[in-house]
């Protein structure tokens, strides 16, 4: 048995895992940690930290390069991440897990190279108005690239993407779907089921935007029957600087190199140069070797404590956090999707988000203010910003009844 299924193994309930991660076991401003910006980045357990430290203490060299036993260390371990990841996502095959630097390569990989030798002008590019900008600007690169159009389907204003609408415009000139999974501003979880299923009636792809999904729910790829799933390390619990794309082997396999280097070539030559199988073909140059083993680490905790069991505990704590803050005057909820996963956005009445987020920080409340990188989102709504509280695995009631505290506690400051 593992360190990391050890760990969480001995934890009989979800709420000591909070003992598991190290930041969390400290005092800001005098107050204990209330740590509420999971959606932006995820604090590590102490088996990640620890794992990439053995890593580098004693098996650190090159992979896929040396003879040598740690280089042989060091390859096993990083390849075994990726088994790990396969597993964890249900992908039929390691060849469809390439490892990249986060959501925003990978999808920026889907653009590049599944989207720019094959779309042209008459194609369409089809997205939804709830994206990150990750999920929205390598499109806009891509159109003016190809001189396809991008065209956007439209949200409610409780922030979820109208499927009328959105089955209305998929029609048979579009050539790829790219739709978050969960929305990092709102909340909002995206039928992806059906929605896959539908445009696969009319041959289009579908990359799904899976950031804020994967942390918080079972994923798996074959039943979804995605085309391209993304994601990142840091959100669930691994290192930054750590991604993964799963894309099917059919469409990687027919897709070219991404980027050029060391480690996705068979022969080089000045005149021809053949490519590695997958998923090597796409992991040009030393990759974040220790990052992705963090990363494996990451995937065996979140199974040791149970995807079921952390998506129950976090849809209590949402409904709870939803409650709580409904109490309080001139709170303004933003994103009230029927189907949510792990994040509230609010405004209080006219404060404006960042002096609201500093004001909380002061109280030990760490949430995230801004724009969210959802600019199109903020816009709908008529906001330059918003406060956005969100939820993990470590996260209990305490955190949340700090954080309606602090929000009293704003206003008075603010009356
Ligand atoms: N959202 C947030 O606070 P990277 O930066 O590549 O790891 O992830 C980009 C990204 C893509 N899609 C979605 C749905 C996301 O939520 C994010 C990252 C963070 O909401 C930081 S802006």
Redesign the pocket.
Known sequence: MTHARKNAEARTSIAECRLDFPALDQDISGHPIAYLDT??SAQQPNVVIDTIAEYQRHDHANVHRGVHTLSHRATDAYEGARDRIRSFINAPSRSEIVFTS????SINLVAQSFGRPSLGSGDKILITHLE?H??IVPWQLLAEQTGADLVVAPMNTQGEVVLEQLYELMTRDVRILAI?H????LGTINPINEIIARAHELDIAVLV?G??GVPHMAIDVQELDCDFYAF?G??MFGPTGT?VLFGKESLLDAMPPYKGGGDMILEVSFTNTTFNELPYKFEAGTPNISGMIGLGAAVEYLESVGMERIARHEDELLTYMTERLSTIDELRLIGTAAQKASVQSFMLGDIHPHDLGTILDHQGVAI?TGH??AMPVMDFYGVAGTARASLALYNNHDDIDQLVAALEKAREIFA
Do not use: I
């Open positions: 959606a932006a986060g959501t925003t390569e990150h990750s999920n978050a969960v929305a990092n501003a935007d950031a804020q990142s840091h959100k991604g995230r969210h990188c």
